[in-house]
C-alpha cells in the first residue's frame, strides 16, 4: 500500500503526523478498513511510552505502522479472497479513541494527548469520495476497536457516495457495553466524541443515551439500505479489557444482548459468532480457515459482500 498525508487537523495522541495507506485497484469497489489499535482515557492508560509509539493500551503515533502484510484478507492473491480486486483505504488508529474523538485531554501537566480519531477518520472518509466518486460499492471494515464506530462510518460513506451499495462489517466490538456513565464519561467527556457528531449519528440522543450499540441503530435509521454485519469470538479478553467496569463481565451474553437490543428496533444485523478467546481474524489466514456450524467465515463474508444476506451463524460450544 501507498501512504498519504492527511492534511488539515489531522494528528495523532501525540501530535505526530497521521496518514493513511491506500491500494488502487478497482475504482468502482472499495473497502475503507479501520484499523484497531486500543483506547486509553486516563495518564495511566493514554501515556506517551512504550516502543514504537504504543504503550500497553493503545497506538499513540503511526511509528509502528506496518499495513504491508500479505496475509489474511489483504492477501490479495487468493482466488477465494473476497477482496482481491478491490481497492483499499487503510486507515490506522493512533489516538485512543476508535476512530471517534476530536479534543485535546491535559491528563497530567506532563501528559497532553490529542484525541483526534475523528477528525482523522472524516479526513479519510473526504479522501475516499474525491478519490473514488463513481464507487459502486464500499465495504466499510472495523477491526477490535476500529469496529465500534464502523456502521457510523458506514452511514456516512452513504451519505458522501449515495449510488454505492455500502456494506459494513464490524469484527469484535460487540461486547462493548450500553451503559449511561461509560457514553457520558469516556465517549462524550474524554473524548469529546459527542460533541464531534451532528445530524443523524446523534439525532435524538442524549449523551448518556448514545451507547456504542446505538450506533448501529442510528446509521440504519438514516440509511436502511445499508448492510450491517459484525463478527466476533465469544470469549475475546482483549476485546473490552480495558472496559471491566462498565460491563458485567460475561463477554458472550453481553454480545447476544447487545445483538438483541439492536434487532429489536427493527435493524437486521447479520452475525457471525465464533466460539473461544482469539483476538486477531483479518490479518491471520485463519480468515480463510474459521468455520463454525460447517460454515467458513470467509464464505459467510463473501455471500455478505455479493449481497446474498446470508443467515447467523452462531456456536453451540462457545468456550472453545
Not at 63 to 70: D, I, L
Not at 166 to 192: C, K
Not at 218 to 231: I, K, M, S
Given at each position: 500500500m501507498?501512504q498519504?498525508?492527511?492534511?488539515?487537523?489531522?494528528?495523532?495522541?501525540?501530535?505526530?503526523?497521521?496518514?493513511?495507506?491506500?491500494?488502487?485497484?478497482?475504482?468502482?469497489?472499495v473497502?475503507?478498513?479501520?484499523?484497531?489499535?486500543?483506547?486509553?482515557?486516563?495518564?495511566?492508560?493514554?501515556?506517551?511510552?512504550?516502543?514504537?509509539?504504543?504503550?500497553?493500551?493503545?497506538?499513540?503515533?503511526?511509528?509502528?505502522?506496518?499495513?504491508?502484510?500479505?496475509s489474511?484478507?489483504?492477501?490479495?492473491?487468493?482466488?477465494?479472497?473476497?477482496?482481491?480486486g478491490?481497492?483499499?483505504?487503510?486507515?490506522?488508529?493512533?489516538?485512543?479513541?476508535?476512530?471517534?474523538?476530536?479534543?485535546?485531554?491535559?491528563?497530567?501537566?506532563?501528559?497532553?494527548?490529542?484525541?483526534r480519531?475523528?477528525?482523522?477518520?472524516?479526513?479519510?472518509?473526504?479522501?475516499?469520495?474525491?478519490?473514488?466518486?463513481?464507487?459502486?460499492?464500499?465495504?466499510?471494515?472495523?477491526?477490535?476497536?476500529?469496529?465500534?464506530?464502523?456502521?457510523?462510518?458506514?452511514?456516512?460513506v452513504?451519505?458522501?457516495?449515495?449510488?454505492?451499495?455500502?456494506?459494513v462489517?464490524?469484527?469484535?466490538?460487540?461486547?462493548?457495553?450500553?451503559?449511561?456513565?461509560?457514553?457520558?464519561?469516556?465517549?462524550?467527556?474524554?473524548?469529546?466524541?459527542?460533541?464531534?457528531?451532528?445530524?443523524?449519528?446523534?439525532?435524538g440522543?442524549?449523551?448518556?443515551?448514545?451507547g456504542?450499540?446505538?450506533?448501529?441503530?442510528?446509521?440504519?435509521?438514516?440509511?436502511?439500505?445499508?448492510?450491517?454485519?459484525?463478527?466476533?469470538?465469544?470469549?475475546?479478553?482483549?476485546?473490552?479489557?480495558?472496559?471491566?467496569?462498565?460491563?458485567?463481565g460475561?463477554?458472550?451474553?453481553?454480545?447476544?444482548?447487545?445483538?438483541?437490543?439492536?434487532?429489536?428496533?427493527?435493524?437486521?444485523?447479520?452475525?457471525?459468532?465464533?466460539?473461544?478467546?482469539?483476538?486477531?481474524?483479518?490479518?491471520?489466514?485463519?480468515f480463510?480457515?474459521?468455520?463454525?456450524?460447517?460454515?467458513?467465515?470467509?464464505?459467510?463474508?463473501?455471500?455478505?459482500?455479493?449481497?446474498?444476506?446470508?443467515?447467523?451463524?452462531?456456536?453451540?460450544?462457545?468456550?472453545?
Amino acid at each position: 500500500m501507498d501512504q498519504g498525508r492527511a492534511r488539515g487537523e489531522c494528528r495523532c495522541a501525540d501530535g505526530s503526523e497521521f496518514a493513511v495507506w491506500e491500494r488502487r485497484a478497482d475504482p468502482k469497489k472499495v473497502v475503507l478498513f479501520l484499523n484497531g489499535g486500543g483506547v486509553c482515557w486516563d495518564a495511566t492508560t493514554c501515556a506517551l511510552t512504550g516502543d514504537h509509539g504504543e504503550n500497553d493500551f493503545y497506538d499513540w503515533s503511526l511509528q509502528g505502522t506496518e499495513p504491508e502484510n500479505r496475509s489474511g484478507m489483504f492477501d490479495v492473491t487468493r482466488s477465494d479472497n473476497p477482496f482481491a480486486g478491490f481497492s483499499f483505504i487503510y486507515v490506522s488508529s493512533c489516538t485512543g479513541d476508535a476512530h471517534l474523538g476530536n479534543t485535546t485531554q491535559v491528563y497530567s501537566p506532563a501528559l497532553t494527548v490529542e484525541h483526534r480519531g475523528f477528525v482523522n477518520g472524516t479526513a479519510a472518509l473526504a479522501y475516499l469520495a474525491a478519490q473514488y466518486p463513481g464507487a459502486t460499492q464500499v465495504v466499510v471494515v472495523g477491526k477490535t476497536a476500529g469496529s465500534v464506530a464502523a456502521p457510523l462510518y458506514g452511514g456516512l460513506v452513504a451519505d458522501r457516495l449515495p449510488n454505492a451499495k455500502v456494506t459494513v462489517l464490524g469484527a469484535q466490538s460487540g461486547a462493548w457495553p450500553d451503559h449511561p456513565d461509560f457514553n457520558a464519561d469516556i465517549l462524550g467527556a474524554r473524548w469529546g466524541a459527542y460533541a464531534a457528531m451532528s445530524g443523524w449519528p446523534v439525532h435524538g440522543l442524549t449523551v448518556r443515551d448514545w451507547g456504542v450499540p446505538r450506533f448501529w441503530t442510528q446509521a440504519a435509521a438514516h440509511h436502511p439500505d445499508l448492510v450491517l454485519a459484525r463478527f466476533d469470538f465469544a470469549y475475546d479478553p482483549h476485546a473490552t479489557s480495558e472496559l471491566t467496569r462498565w460491563s458485567d463481565g460475561d463477554l458472550l451474553a453481553t454480545i447476544d444482548r447487545n445483538e438483541a437490543a439492536i434487532e429489536a428496533t427493527g435493524v437486521r444485523l447479520h452475525s457471525y459468532t465464533a466460539p473461544g478467546a482469539d483476538h486477531q481474524i483479518f490479518e491471520p489466514d485463519r480468515f480463510y480457515t474459521l468455520k463454525v456450524k460447517g460454515v467458513r467465515l470467509v464464505d459467510w463474508i463473501t455471500a455478505l459482500v455479493d449481497g446474498k444476506k446470508p443467515a447467523d451463524v452462531h456456536c453451540d460450544t462457545c468456550a472453545g
